[in-house]
């Protein structure tokens, strides 16, 4: 997005969506939201004419090299793996998602309907159901015509069904819309949510904008949650990173808005401030973060847990933020790779011990779009 962006009521479980939209390999293309209207995904090994381009070589587990993935790649938005160590990517802008595996060319594999992209809205979050093996479950936040919502459809690595809307009514903005989707080990949905550009929403534990929801495979409130309803924490203003260490502590990044980013300690029922407070403040009520940068060192979106470390991307940074985990909290942040890639969306630990990063370098209208990595980083080989 252009630098001038980069700041940026609940509903039950509802019927599908519509027919999946697909751009077929045979080098069809279409915008978001159209399409050939049919349920299949073609996984076939010949990518579209319009597909993302990947380097050769096969990946090992470990891992040692580092290599691009994929490049070509449209404002990709996040990532997620499937069993086989292959991955699936987002597409924010034109609603599609890429099938990307080390060493083969990528497939675009079609088109979400109902997808508006729009300012930092469009296709957002995946996430691959924990029992895949055997439910073959894949799981989108998109931002929709009146609000941000999150889909389920089932991917069986030839075909995908219909998407079915599981939770709607998040609201939606031109900036501030969340998007981060992942389970926890305790198998429920995490999914984060912004304050959609009012403040006021992430002090209302009945709004879901400001929030981190924490929800069955159905969409409903999942047992055990503090109030009692959807909401795991609240007092956000725009959460897009969530992961977790070995331990189960879970952390999570945030959006300041003109002083401080964070990394947070996500504990359940917790308030966080915004917008209140902003960074660290003491103040009685509100939990501090465990780290804060000013935003423009930072601007984070997606983080892992690697190495013992949080690896937190940045955007106006256009950094790598390695921030080692201690029995207590975190030590001191190490900037990494600053300027090499330029702006950083996401990063997902892959099963071949990698860090898989996504750039962010191109927007809506650059004369570049279109020309996004996915590349593949050993943790040890940086710092």
Known sequence: MPPSRRRRSVTTVVAAAGALALAACSGETSGAGNGVTSPSMSTSSSATSSSP?????????????????????????????????????????????????????????????????????????VAVSPDYASDRRVFLYYTAAEDNRVVRLTFDGTRASEPEA????????????????????????????????????????????????????????????PFGNRVWTWGHRNVQGIAWAPDGRMFASEFGQNTWDELNLIEPGRNYGWPTVEGRAGRSGFTDPLAQWPTSDASPSGIAVADNAVWMTALRGESLWRIPLTANGTGDPQRLLEGELGRLRDAVLGPDGRLWVLTSNTFRGDPREGDDKLVAIPPGSMG
């Open 166 to 225: 599981i939770l709607t009514g998040i609201p939606k903005a031109g900036n501030h819309n969340g998007g981060r989707l992942a389970f926890g080990s305790d198998g429920f949905l995490y999914v984060t949510t912004g304050d959609a550009g009012e403040s006021s929403r992430a002090q209302d534990r009945d709004d879901l904008g400001g929030k981190i929801l924490r929800i069955t495979q159905d969409g409903a409130a999942a047992p055990g949650n």
């Open 53 to 125: 381009t990947s380097s050769g070589g096969s990946s090992t587990t470990p891992d040692t090299r580092r290599s691009t993935v994929a490049s070509g790649l449209d404002v990709p938005w996040a990532v997620a793996f499937l069993p086989d160590g292959s991955a699936l990517v987002t597409l924010r802008d034109q609603a599609r998602l890429v099938h990307v595996r080390d060493g083969a060319a990528p497939v675009t594999l079609g088109t979400i309907p109902g997808v508006e992209p729009g300012g930092e809205g469009g296709l957002l979050g």
